[in-house]
């Protein structure tokens, strides 16, 4: 049979076909119509393969098809992370001999230089730990330890009281027992490959052994970060430290800029207050013999005396700089941009210029002030750009500063660029600095400050 014969008797001598084809944006559409069955094979021969309905039964399937598929590789992660605690359980094992032996000879004090070096073995296999617990619940686990430094009695002493060290010896005798999780994933998978197979391709549920393997890796996670979590009077401990550094770097800071200030009153205002009363002097004596000659030492008194002003002005500018009680934060970096040798743009979130709307405590905005100059200070000297970027947002929790410039990068904390005086400053007021700049730039600095809106 000729498939435009059959095509022709259809449309001349079907009274009862009334279904028809249609051509609509470029798709084939068939119209609700009546046909007769025995001429229905007609129509499915006109119809394109890819125009006709799937069978119920293959849509019904796709969707177990794709969860089986999902839940397979779910299984495989988990599989992935309980090999790793695996291997670090393993290990854990090996390590009880080192601790048999620090315990022994520490008890007979011969060998309690060990109990320091141990103890920062287990802080490298807790930190481990830690790392790979964080990365599959997507939560990073803090860690809270004292500095082992000093004498090797100091580092024995810091060693023993310091409480993230019972933390990681609690974890570990406790990671001796549930560190065998993963042994209970061996049968798992061929039990959950012919369960789950059955159970999703022919009864079409959903799996319910391999999700049992990922439940694995979740236990897991969760005992490790609740046994290796900072306790509280190790977070108070660790704080203690940073207030200390922090403290000790403020009056570095301090006792640096007291010496920058007695540096340039000395070499500058006070030398062109000698000068200045010298010339005064020599005016004095000349004044009856050769008034002419006085006179011109009188304007010269007259221009050491405005070069000391400015001066001054310098130094008062660098102890808490005027323009910021005038016109406020805003206004004093658009007045450092105008006045840089850069090109800058300074863009704002949240803040106002002038005394509208609420302002950082005085410190901070000196502190931000002093970022930003000091930023573009060596954008111009030392990173070859021609522009530079400066945003100022105020943040819930304080004040963020981001400084960028498009130059050669490569800024380093020990090539005097000033990043360490501006770290100090910033950490005096509990802040942070975060400096990226890879060789080839960009040198972007973000900084921020904590206060109270």
């Known amino acids: 049979m000729a498939s435009s014969s059959s095509h022709a008797g259809l449309d001349a001598s079907s009274g009862f076909v009334s279904a028809s084809l249609r051509l609509t944006c470029g798709s084939l559409r068939l119209t609700r119509g009546v046909l007769p069955i025995e001429q229905t094979w007609i129509l499915a021969d006109v119809l394109p393969q890819r125009f006709r309905r799937p069978p119920a039964r293959a849509r019904a399937d796709a969707p177990n098809l794709i969860f ?4 397979v590789r779910q299984a495989a992660r988990a599989t992935v992370q309980l090999v790793v605690s695996a291997a670090m359980t393993f290990g854990s094992y090996i390590f009880v ?7 022994i000879l520490t008890a007979t004090v011969v060998g309690a230089f060990m109990l320091p070096e141990t103890v920062l073995l287990i802080r490298r296999i807790a930190g481990a730990k830690r790392q790979q617990a964080g990365a599959w619940t997507g939560r990073k686990i803090p860690e809270a330890y004292q500095p082992l430094t000093g004498t090797v009695r100091e580092r024995l002493r810091t060693a023993v009281r310091d ?16 560190g065998t999780l993963p042994v209970l994933m061996l049968p798992l998978w061929p039990l959950g490959l012919v369960v789950d197979g059955v159970w999703c391709g022919l009864l079409r549920r959903r799996a319910v052994v391999l999700p049992l393997i990922g439940r694995l890796a979740d236990l897991d996670a969760h005992w490790s970060t609740v046994l290796l979590k900072p306790s509280p009077k190790a977070q108070l401990a660790v704080r203690v430290e940073e207030l200390t550094q922090t403290r000790a770097g403020a009056i570095a800071a301090h006792e640096a800029e007291l010496r920058r200030i ?6 500058g205002t006070q030398a062109r207050l000698v000068s200045l ?22 304007d010269d008194a007259q221009t050491l005396a405005e070069e000391a002003l400015t001066d001054l002005r310098h130094v008062v500018r660098a102890i808490h700089p005027p323009i910021l009680t005038d016109r406020g934060l805003v206004g004093a970096v658009r007045a450092l941009a105008a006045s840089s040798a850069l090109s800058v743009t300074v863009t704002v979130d949240g803040l106002t210029d002038g005394h509208d709307g609420p302002r950082a405590p005085a410190a901070v905005e000196a502190a931000a002030y002093f970022v930003i100059a000091e930023s573009l200070t060596n954008a111009a000297k ?3 750009a021609d522009r530079a970027d400066v945003h100022l ?8 500063v981001r400084v960028r410039d498009e130059g050669r990068g490569g800024a380093d904390q020990a090539g005097g ?7 100090r400053r910033v950490a005096a007021l509990d802040g942070g600095v975060t400096v990226t700049s890879p060789v080839g730039g960009p040198t972007v600095i973000e900084v921020e400050l904590p206060c109270v809106w």
Not at 68 to 71: E, I, S
Request: proline letters at 3%; zero cysteines.
């Open 382 to 384: 030392y990173s070859g």
């Open 417 to 423: 660029s000033g990043l360490l005086g501006m770290q």
């Open 277 to 298: 009363s010298m010339r005064i002097g020599l005016a004095k004596r000349a004044y009856d013999q050769d008034p002419e000659a006085a006179r011109r030492m009188l």
């Open 163 to 178: 409480p993230g060290t019972l933390t990681d010896f609690r974890w570990m005798v406790a990671y001796y027992a549930y």
């Open 262 to 267: 007695e540096r340039d009153l000395h070499d």
């Open 393 to 400: 947002a105020r943040a819930r929790t304080g004040l963020r």
């Open 68 to 71: 089986m598929r999902a839940t």
């Open 97 to 103: 001999t080192v601790l048999l032996i620090t315990a």
